[in-house]
């Protein structure tokens, strides 16, 4: 299928549109034309080749909402017509021990990536939802819930499932103790979904700016991390920290806040970290961990959760044409939503 999209062709050059073949539909695909499709960090680090191996060109984009257009003859959930979604996988094994606990991020053979992964049956360089169309293996489609908003649920796919599976996790419930470090597109969805769970949410930032927004969010108050009184006054306060900040950072001064057997889950930095230092772990037997997005599992069922509890991320939705714009933005730092852009504002 000869479709468009936009792509980087080399890690210091703008996004421009790019014509390619996307493969044909085998026997388990769900073919899918893309509506919408939300602006990642990673999406821009990829670009960029802030994390080595990337392989030009590139199609960024694993925050997909689309419509049916085709199904291969052993689809059986699917059918023309029907609002969908993918996210940042499009395949795995779907055989070994973590496939078959819904966890394919964790595939032992490697999952594969909506953009920048490795086909497993040609071999080729998957291309992402920056584009009109998309070819998917059915087991990786999820269902849109019909009164979610198809033009503001794509981050759902990423800062939604991001957030969601660790405090899914850590079994945060009625009572708990939520701490969320940065208020950008993974934060703010932190916020949200903690706050629906039922627990008492603290949002964390360097300054008062985005006191307002947080609490729009649901959060019980804001925390400056600068303030170091107000940071020693909510030592042991907290059974799980969410942290959201995108670059590299020291997470130590965070570790105090945690309440014994707490945890602070890196979800947003990917990469080299900063020096922490072991006493604040050793006297609270606190812990740092990681957490990579989720299984389709868990994608489906945030998809539901939002579709319940009437969460949608704040979105600004913008043309194929301004992701370059977007990407500048995002390179600024301190956005508080997240780009969505409109597909139909790319033609053939």
């Not at 479709?3 to 050059?13: D, E, F, K, R, V």
């Not at 996210?87 to 795995?92: H, N």
């Amino acid at each position: 299928m000869q479709t468009i999209g936009y792509a980087a062709h080399q890690s210091n050059t703008p996004l421009k549109p790019y014509h390619f073949e996307r493969r044909e539909l085998r026997d388990e695909d769900v073919s899918i034309e893309i509506l919408y499709c939300g602006v990642c960090h990673s999406d821009l680090h990829t670009a960029n080749n802030d994390w080595g191996g990337t392989q030009y060109p590139i199609v960024p984009g694993h925050e997909i909402v689309g419509r049916v257009t085709d199904v291969g003859n052993n689809v059986s959930k699917y059918k023309v017509g029907d609002s969908v979604a993918v996210g940042c996988m499009v395949d795995s094994c779907l055989e070994c021990d973590q496939c078959h606990l819904g966890e394919e991020q964790y595939c032992r053979e490697g999952m594969v990536g909506t953009y920048s992964g490795k086909d497993r049956v040609t071999g080729e360089s998957t291309k992402g939802g920056y584009s009109k169309h998309i070819v998917v293996r059915e087991e990786f489609v999820l269902r849109v819930p019909e009164n979610l908003d198809l033009a503001k649920c794509a981050p759902i796919l990423c800062a939604g499932v991001t957030t969601y599976s660790p405090l899914r996790t850590w079994h945060v419930g009625p009572g708990s103790r939520v701490a969320v470090v940065g208020l950008g597109g993974l934060g703010h969805m932190a916020i949200k979904i903690a706050v629906a769970m039922g627990a008492h949410v603290t949002a964390i930032s360097r300054s008062a700016e985005k006191e307002a927004e947080a609490l729009e969010y649901g959060a019980r108050h804001l925390l400056i991390s600068k303030d170091q009184k107000a940071m020693a006054a909510h030592a042991n306060q907290f059974d799980l920290i969410i942290n959201t900040v995108p670059v590299k950072h020291d997470f130590t001064p965070y570790l105090p806040l945690l309440d014994i057997d707490g945890t602070q889950v890196l979800v947003g930095q990917v990469g080299e970290m900063a020096e922490s230092n072991s006493v604040p772990l050793l006297l609270g037997r606190r812990r740092v961990a990681g957490s990579l997005i989720g299984g389709i599992k868990q994608t489906q069922e945030i998809l539901d959760f939002c579709s319940l509890h009437n969460i949608l991320p704040k979105v600004e939705v913008i043309n194929m044409d301004e992701i370059n714009d977007a990407f500048e933005r995002l390179k600024e730092g301190d956005l508080s939503h997240r780009y969505v852009i409109d597909m139909s504002s790319l033609t053939i």
